[in-house]
Nanobody, 125 residues
């Protein structure tokens, strides 16, 4: 069983930056593809960004492209989501997910095996 835990959420103002962190347990973290999703009240959970196990390949939702950056540090079993130029529309619970098999990135919720409990991000105008 892989444990996934997010941190770094909070209340910020529009235009601010925030960095989320996600730690996944297990000795084989470097073999996990990782992803970030978010869910706003009353909406479906949506894809935000994903990174391959090597970190060489990344993907982003159009709504966050050029503002968010996903990265990973395999030595620390950690994946990051750097969020810049935050907008009120970015307000949501942000979830980190891990996929144990596969060398690329994955953008669908159903492709992930393990999920964290989420961290709240609130952007005020």
């Amino acid at each position: 069983q892989v444990q996934v835990v997010e941190s770094g959420g909070g209340l910020v103002q529009a235009g601010d930056s925030l960095r989320l962190s996600c730690v996944a347990s297990g000795r084989t973290f470097r073999s996990y593809a990782m992803g970030w999703f978010r869910q706003a009240p009353g909406k479906e959970r949506e894809f935000v960004g994903a990174i391959s196990r090597s970190g060489d390949n990344t993907a982003y939702a159009d709504s966050v492209k050029e503002r968010f950056t996903i990265s990973r540090d395999n030595a620390k079993n950690t994946v990051y989501l750097q969020m810049d130029s935050l907008e009120p529309g970015d307000t949501a619970v942000y979830y980190c997910a891990a996929r144990q098999v596969g060398s690329y990135y994955y953008t669908s919720r159903s492709e992930y095996d393990y999920w964290g409990p989420g961290t709240q991000v609130t952007v005020s105008s």
